[in-house]
């Protein structure tokens, strides 16, 4: 290491300063023959004095060249490159070996695309099972909203707090009793506000909701998901239904997300599983004067011949939930977004997978509030994820 060192010392001084110092000899040689012993020692003692005198120039140079602070630069640059990396290693093995390294990456490719056929497999399972799972969903959205009513068998639930509950029962009869009659002044139906609650719950969406579109979301009656076709391209669709409101004639809102289960053909090694590619929204009816995506800005304007100035009225995009249906479109000509634009359409892709993988399949946990510490875990799981990418579609079990 030692040995290293100096090397690179010696060719950092020869390309700053331009010249070279010889490294002193290990061995002075007098070539002088033993026959004639005090001329030998006269010049033995004038060769080791004269190595002596060059080893003291060449230290006292270093310590000059040391105290530079650009050669200290220079030699720890040139350090950090001559460090052993993966692919440096990789250099310096035979042509041979090199070769049986290709194969294997070619063999890493087919695996790729086999990993891709099984996610493809997922897909059609996670349709058919999401034909099993909607009667139930579809029972949801009857409780939800007042279209039915459960029966006691289908509403019995054993708290894990049974026993304090049952410990200040008869305080909660006094309410009970209270909340009853004023349910039946109101004749309340269903669970009031619930899919807004959940809006309200979870930050990720609770950031997107302004004030004006609150009264909207309170008209949110059910949330599908809904899976593409057999043999029809990937992608799943989100299906936002509304009663009749003020605000837009629509019924139902959608949002589909298109998916890609296959390897790039230029990075083939990227692979990670199905990945969000485009998204699709929806025209909003909006009725006259109730589109909160935009809002009227009075603007004065001079004219530039007479002078006069006037007030003119404009409309502007505001900030809104409602925006999520008029997505940023990735264009198809390959031309690549700004900065800002891919910030956007990742935080869209990802709000989609959150009500696909949890918002819709644990609606009421999210209602009560008891998924949120589940999801704290998931981001520490996803911390972790980051940071280990090849682990990342494990995400996908929680």
Known sequence: MILCILSLLRCVWSSVFRFDVPLPSPKVDTGIQMADNSKAEDTASDSVEAAKNASDKKEKLADQVMQNPQVLAALQERLDNTALTPSSYIETLPKAVKRRIDALKQLQVKCAHIEAKFYEEVHDLERKYAA???????????????????????????????????????????????????????????????????????????????????????????????????????????????????YFSNSVLTKTYKMKSEPDKTDPFSFEGPEIVDCEGCTIDWKKGKNVTVKTIKKKQKHKGRGTVRTITKQVPNDSFFNFFNPIKVSGDGESLDEDSEFTLAADFEIGHFFRERIVPRAVLYFTGEAIEDDDNVCMLSAFFIKHPVHRNILLLF
């Open 132 to 246: 099993l799972y909607q009667p139930l969903f579809d029972k949801r959205r009857e409780f939800i909203n007042g279209e039915a009513e459960p029966t006691d068998a289908e509403s019995e639930w054993h708290s894990e707090n049974e026993e304090e509950e049952k410990l200040a029962g008869d305080l909660k009869n006094v309410v009970v009793i209270e909340e009853k009659a004023e349910a039946e002044e109101t004749n309340l139906k269903g669970i009031p506000d619930f899919w807004f609650t959940i809006f309200r719950n979870v930050d990720m969406l609770s950031e997107l909701v302004q004030e004006y579109d609150e009264p909207i979301l309170k008209h949110l009656q059910d949330i599908k998901v809904k899976f593409s076709e057999p043999g029809q391209p990937m992608s799943f669709s989100l299906e936002f239904h509304f009663g009749p409101n003020d």
